[in-house]
């Protein structure tokens, strides 16, 4: 097993900014990829943003490329998405997901995940 702990969703005006973070304990010498899926009421959850742990390969989907950027902290296991210019869109159920295989480029279907977090809530309205 490989718990995710997620935190930094919330409340924000259109406009603002958070940060997320998702820390791996446990067997987090086998992660090769992280992720952040969102998730809003009625809809699938699809890729946000992911990250190559061991190089500096990221992807974004288009709704958010120019807000959004994922970054990883390897020491500490942590993956972080810093959101800026949020918009109501982007409300929805944020969680991240590890990867075990190794992979030449960021996956971003979600069954290719093998660890999820419990999600964390991000609501931007006025």
């Known amino acids: 097993q490989l718990p995710l702990v997620e935190s930094g969703g919330g409340l924000v005006q259109p406009g603002g900014s958070l940060r997320l973070s998702c820390t791996a304990s446990?067997?987090?010498?086998?992660?090769?990829?992280m992720g952040w899926f969102r998730q809003a009421p009625g809809k699938e959850r699809d890729i946000v943003a992911g990250?190559?742990?061991?190089?500096?390969?990221?992807y974004y989907t288009d709704s958010v490329k120019g807000r959004f950027t994922i970054s990883r902290d390897n020491v500490n296991n942590t993956v972080y998405l810093q959101m800026s210019s949020l918009k109501p869109e982007d409300t929805a159920v944020y969680y991240c997901?590890?990867?075990?295989?190794?992979?030449?480029?960021?996956?971003?279907?979600?069954?290719?995940?093998?660890?999820w977090g419990q999600g964390t809530q991000v609501t931007v309205s006025s």
């Open positions: 990250i190559i742990w061991s190089g500096s390969r990221t």
């Open positions: 446990g067997r987090a010498f086998s992660i090769r990829a």
């Open positions: 997901a590890a990867d075990r295989t190794l992979r030449p480029t960021v996956p971003v279907a979600s069954r290719d995940y093998d660890y």
